[in-house]
């Protein structure tokens, strides 16, 4: 690579990647910025209510922290992911090569694929509706992307890798155990590694989600299958990136030996915050109540507005449509100093829906229900 950002062949590499989608909603944001009682920005759903203190004391004490850490992760980091799975998921049979530390879910997802080894030739298949990084992810490698909900669809063709992602960014829907098994037989009978972004399983309104590792889906074997989990939306652990992935023994294996070589290794401090978050339900349950207020006031806003709230029955966001381009509903929303994300950032399949996200403030909610209700 030289120092213009081309490669050998002369190829910037920003044009093998799709367009930043967030760059589109800066005109949006100006206009919501510039409402007299400020912005209310539900397009991201970031974090704002404090990092748990249990979670704090722990990053503090593990603050002398000379030594490099080992990419495989602390045994007692590891051991307190498969305890949270266990405990809260019923996830059983996992051993500690089976799951691995990582510096975020979002880092981990979008160079899954090539240090997997995927590349040019291969197909990796997304949800219709999907967190755009799983496209980037697949373009980095050199491979074919599809999003597609129907693996009938692709006919004889047979992924590489194939994403789940449930509970669902951006529509928060969650896929019953019964389709998460077929789609772990579909990929089994063909080789395709199958990789389930569960970032959202604690962050559930109506029913249960469940893991692909769940012995109902899996028959308590995690050959193929990899999970991956973060600790920034249930523990508001966002600026710590805190997360792991976990499954197939040879999967992991591969994957730490490339991490290994890149120097990819989770911060000690972090590790041990990590453990401390997991091993803590109250403040999960303390979080969750929290949320479950702010969305239920502005659920009745956006519906009392003359939205439908479609899905939605977990993650932190409400997918909403007024029947119209997406477009159209942000500008309207904008006018009153609302910025939202537009359904179209996330495949064709949003193009009448928008996300609002409820991790804003008590109060930046309380002010866009007043505004929705003008």
């Known amino acids: 690579m030289d120092p213009r950002g081309r490669g050998a062949t002369g190829t910037r590499v920003s044009a093998r990647l799709p367009d930043f989608p967030w760059d589109r909603l800066t005109e949006y944001a100006e206009r919501a910025r510039a409402h007299s009682g400020g912005i209310v920005d539900l397009s991201v759903g970031t974090p704002v209510d404090p990092t748990p203190q249990v979670v704090q004391e722990a990053l503090a004490a593990a603050a002398d922290s000379p ?9 007692e980091t590891r051991q307190a992911a498969l305890d949270w799975l266990a405990r809260r998921f019923g996830v059983t049979g996992l051993e500690l090569d089976q799951v691995l530390p ?8 979008g160079s899954l694929a090539v240090h997997l080894g995927v590349g040019p030739g291969d197909l990796v298949v997304h949800p219709e509706l999907a967190y755009p990084t799983y496209e980037v992810g697949a373009a980095l490698a050199g491979a074919r992307s599809v999003a597609t909900d129907s693996l009938t669809a692709l006919g004889p063709e047979v992924p590489r890798l194939l994403w789940l992602n449930s509970p669902a ?10 389709h998460l098994r077929k789609v772990v ?21 109506e029913g ?4 692909v590792l769940h012995p109902d889906v899996c028959g308590g074997s995690h050959e193929g299958l990899l999970a991956v989990h973060s600790l920034s939306k249930r523990s508001n652990l966002a600026g710590y990136r805190c997360g792991f992935v976990a499954g197939d023994r040879e999967l992991v294996g591969e994957l730490l030996a490339v991490r290994k070589n890149l120097g990819l290794q989770m911060p000690g401090p972090q ?29 009745t806003a956006l519906e009392g507005a003359g939205l439908r709230i479609d899905h939605s029955e977990a993650s932190l966001y409400l997918w909403a449509t007024g029947g119209e381009d997406c477009w159209e509903t942000v500008a309207r929303l904008a006018d009153r100093g609302i910025l939202v994300a537009p359904g179209a950032f996330y495949g064709a399949a949003g193009h009448e829906h928008v996300r609002v996200a409820f991790t804003a403030t008590d109060e930046r909610i309380a002010t866009a229900v007043a505004r929705l209700a003008d």
């Not at 990582?102 to 997802?109: A, N, T, Y």
């Not at 960014?169 to 019964?178: A, D, F, H, I, S």
């Not at 990929?187 to 389930?196: E, F, K, Q, W």
């Not at 453990?275 to 502005?298: N, P």
């Open 271 to 299: 590790q041990r915050a990590m453990v401390a978050a997991l091993d803590d339900d109250a403040h999960v349950a303390e979080q969750h109540g929290r949320y479950a207020e702010r969305r239920a006031m502005l659920r």
């Open 102 to 109: 990582v510096i975020g879910s979002k880092e981990l997802i």
């Open 185 to 205: 037989e579909w990929c089994r009978d063909r080789g395709t590694v199958l990789v389930s972004d569960e970032c959202y399983l604690e962050c559930a309104w």
């Open 67 to 75: 030594g490099y850490p080992m990419t495989v992760g602390r045994v």
């Open 169 to 178: 960014n951006p529509t928060g829907r969650v896929l019953p155990v019964e």
């Open 208 to 211: 249960r989600p469940t893991s």
